[in-house]
């Protein structure tokens, strides 16, 4: 498939006269310039934005608009052309003068003019380049390295008893999992080679750049088929040309179209090297990698970022990165960055029996039960799986911890965890010293889970394996225990430090601010003596947030936005699809519920708690939207919300299941607010003129 840019000056009527061919030029106002994709293989022309063909041959070729209905029609069936877009085709024109002419509408005051029918038509994506260019990569081919395989140590990147050695015969710290990444460049693998020659898993790469089908990569169905076929963990990676927002979002949809059908055990990745994202500010990158990551989360998927230490350590360090795995690039003996990493790749000249050229190898990190020399200090870690040693102590515990794993048990008030690196908590163990009757129960709140049910007396709370934070915790004492002692714990959360004390089942820690715990105190006071510490401030928690996101023509489905942020789209002419609205650190019951009136349909019966109402893939314009609350939180609060519409711009703000937007006039939502608000607290504008209906 390739693209080409042809001139549209003429439309061409044949006729076929006694076995002659006869040429007749239709007069077009204007020339416009259509991308026609030409398919090599069955040499059919496929017009990607042919409702714009069609639109103008709607207004130019034909005397009344019933017969050029009709002649479009025709031609459509004759030319067989696709309509590949779904945005506002000459189909979806007609369906709407349909609308109007059911409504009453007066058909010369409702019809789009040229400017905003060009505006509403869906811009096709150009191509992304096909040879990268990055700190490995030049004009597509990989830039040669000098391999890090040692003639002196014949066991380089193997495991040795039980430990994975570097090429100058050292252990590789924290080290549990051989791997290698492979894509097109590698040509076809013998997978059952690979297997066999102990590589533990793959990341693939599934494509590059946007969702366009030829940016697919040549190997990625054989690839991702052969190591399911063979029992092969898998990860998946995406090679960005992003420098937009539009570009980052489609680059996310088109890892999603690849992986359905597929489940990866292993994170998605995306691949920051080109020099195209190098040029963009340290701020854009980060806006650039959290739209791809939050759209990959969003759909169930672990997410991830690959780049290499001098983009870590230089430009990809704003902390929202802390929330995805890191893959880093050092292809040295040794990995020197600082900070946490899930994935090592430490060399691009890596052999594996099946593959015919150089391959990626990389290790993946968990300093579970090892001794690691990272960072200023020695960290020992250990007792993963044993006992929790309990002698001459009131309370003993271990934390789980980002990069470092199980830390060394610690008792009656000592620091577990650390502070100042950056690094979560993801699990903790807590039991009574010896000599004490009865037990302690602890329930922890993690990342994407919430709160966990209790476990008691040493149980594992939390996670691990599964790069997930804790964010607050609650501690009590059972049993004989409860009588003659009180629990004080304190933790250390990201962004606020070291907070005040709980005691006895109460919460310590964040909610709703989406904050990791990273060190913890835990200390038995005999019954109703004084706190070790203050205890006014041990837990902050975010009040409830109303959150929601919307289906924009074009784009697809937009990034969660919340408490009065603008979701959509203004002065782009682009029609909200659907909505989906939910509520964020409820405090209270209830539901929050809403419903929307469509293009075609009218009002859609209610839907609740971040369901979807209105369409995808139809085409069709939001016009209207009611929102309401039930419960008791109808009682505490009001919702407000006000939409942006075709013509009208920002309208006033609605509340409580009144009607937004308009009903009659066939106009287009392009935007939308919402906002909870104390029941009967001030509006958050004017509410004039929030809906009208013709």
């Not at 052999?351 to 990389?362: A, Q």
Request: charged content about 20%.
């Amino acid at each position: 498939m390739k693209s080409i840019k042809k001139v549209l000056a003429i439309v061409l009527t044949i006729c076929v006269v006694s076995g002659g061919v006869f040429v007749t030029p239709l007069s077009v106002s204007a020339a416009e310039t259509v991308e026609v994709q030409i398919n090599q293989d069955n040499e059919s022309l496929d017009f990607p934005e042919n409702d714009l063909v069609e639109e103008q041959l709607d207004k130019q070729g034909a005397i009344s608009e019933e017969q050029n209905i009709e002649d479009n029609q025709e031609q459509s069936k004759q030319s067989e052309i696709t309509d590949n877009s779904q945005e506002d085709t000459c189909q979806t024109s007609e369906s709407e003068t349909e609308n109007n002419q059911e409504a009453g509408i007066n058909e010369n005051s409702q019809e789009m003019t040229d400017e905003e029918s060009e505006q509403e038509t869906e811009t096709v994506l150009g191509a992304d380049p096909s040879a990268e260019n990055s700190w490995r990569y030049s004009n597509g081919s990989l830039i040669p390295q000098p391999s890090l395989y040692s003639s002196t140590y014949p066991y380089a990147w193997e495991k040795v008893n039980g430990k994975f050695m570097n090429s100058k015969g050292e252990v590789i710290p924290g080290a549990v999992k051989k791997g290698i990444d492979v894509s097109e460049h590698n040509g076809e693998i013998d997978w059952q080679k690979v297997k066999n020659d102990g590589i533990d898993f793959v990341i693939i790469r599934c494509g590059f750049g946007q969702d366009i089908k030829s940016q697919d990569d040549d190997y990625w169905e054989y690839n991702v088929s052969e190591c399911e076929r063979l029992g092969i963990p898998y990860g998946v990676y995406l090679y960005s040309y992003a420098d937009t927002l539009q570009k980052a979002e489609s680059e996310a949809q088109h890892v999603l179209r690849l992986l359905n059908g597929h489940t990866p055990s292993y994170p998605i990745y995306y691949d920051l090297e080109d020099n195209i994202t190098y040029a963009l500010s340290d701020s854009m990158k980060t806006q650039v990698a959290k739209t791809f990551c939050n759209q990959i989360s969003a759909n169930g998927y672990q997410v991830g970022v690959y780049s290499n230490l001098d983009w870590w350590t230089n430009y990809l360090t704003d902390p929202i990165f802390d929330s995805w795995s890191r893959w880093m690039a050092q292809w040295n003996d040794t990995c020197t960055y600082k900070g946490e990493y899930d994935v090592w790749q430490c060399s691009s000249t890596g052999k594996v029996d099946g593959i015919s050229n150089n391959v990626d190898l990389n290790f993946w990190i968990d300093f579970d039960g090892e001794t690691s020399d990272m960072g200023d200090g020695e960290i020992t870690t250990g007792n993963n799986n044993g006992e929790l040693t309990v002698e001459n102590c009131l309370v003993a515990y271990d934390t789980h911890v980002q990069t470092y794993g199980w830390q060394k048990e610690v008792k009656d008030g000592a620091v577990s965890g650390t502070t100042g690196e950056a690094k979560r908590l993801e699990g903790i163990r807590i039991k009574l010293g010896n000599g004490i009757d009865g037990g302690i129960q602890y329930r922890t709140h993690v990342q994407t889970y919430g709160w966990l049910d209790y476990v008691a007396d040493g149980a594992i709370s939390g996670t691990t394996g599964e790069a997930k934070r804790l964010e607050a915790i609650k501690i009590q004492l059972t049993g004989e225990a409860s009588e003659k002692y009180d629990v004080y714990y304190s933790v250390h959360a990201q962004t606020f430090g070291w907070l005040d004390w709980a005691k006895n089942g109460e919460p310590a820690g964040t909610a709703g601010y989406g904050k990791r715990l990273e060190g913890i105190k835990i200390l038995l006071v005999p019954k109703g003596e004084l706190a070790p510490g203050a205890t006014q401030n041990a837990y902050v928690e975010k009040g409830i947030t109303v959150q929601y996101r919307t289906h924009v023509q074009t784009y697809g489905w937009q990034n969660y936005v919340s408490d009065g942020t603008v979701s959509g789209t203004t002065g782009q002419a682009k029609r909200l699809e659907g909505i989906q609205i939910s509520l964020g650190n409820q405090n209270c019951s209830g539901s929050i519920e809403y419903s929307v009136h469509v293009q075609t349909y009218g009002w859609q019966g209610y839907v609740s708690n971040g369901s979807v109402a209105g369409t995808t893939g139809q085409a069709k314009r939001l016009e209207a939207i009611k929102i309401r609350l039930t419960g008791e939180l109808s009682e505490k609060y009001d919702i407000y919300y006000r939409v942006h519409s075709q013509t009208y711009g920002w309208q006033g703000w609605a509340k409580n299941g009144e009607a937004a937007g308009t009903a009659g006039y066939a106009k287009r939502l392009e935007g939308i607010q919402i906002q909870l608000v104390s029941k009967g607290g001030a509006a958050p504008g004017s509410t004039a003129n929030c809906y009208y209906e013709k």
